[in-house]
């Protein structure tokens, strides 16, 4: 089992900066892959973006290239997600979730193959 705790979500203002935190503590592995999907109102989960468990690959989404950045600390088991230049539309439920699968694409840009998530934290971005 693994368990994920997220924080860092609230308010801010468009076009601000906020840093999300995921910490996993349970059942540890040498490879798994640790991603951030959010979920706005009305909307499906989608993907955010994903880290290898040695940091070697990242993934994002084409929303938030150039203005999200994931990053990880191994020795603390934590993900984290800064995001700058927030817009309206990232309004929405941030979500943290493990997988111990390969890094491959499209799979870690899937929700299902995710079997660990958090509870989520609100991110609001007002404008």
């Known amino acids: 089992q693994v368990q994920l705790v997220e924080s860092g979500g609230g308010l801010v203002q468009a076009g601000g900066s906020q840093r999300l935190s995921c910490a996993a503590s349970?059942?540890?592995?040498?490879?798994?892959?640790m991603a951030w999907f959010r979920q706005a109102p009305g909307k499906e989960r989608e993907f955010v973006a994903a880290?290898?468990?040695?940091?070697?690959?990242?993934s994002s989404a084409d929303s938030v290239k150039g203005r999200f950045t994931i990053s990880r600390d191994h020795a603390k088991n934590t993900v984290y997600l800064q995001m700058n230049s927030l817009l309206p539309e990232d309004t929405a439920v941030y979500y943290c979730?493990?997988?111990?699968?390969?890094?491959?694409?499209?799979?870690?840009?899937?929700?299902?193959?995710?079997?660990?998530w958090g509870q989520g934290t609100q991110v609001t971005v007002s404008s």
């Open positions: 979730a493990v997988a111990f699968i390969r890094w491959s694409m499209p799979q870690v840009s899937r929700a299902r193959s995710y079997a660990y």
């Open positions: 349970g059942r540890t592995v040498s490879s798994y892959v």
């Open positions: 880290i290898t468990s040695s940091a070697g690959s990242t």
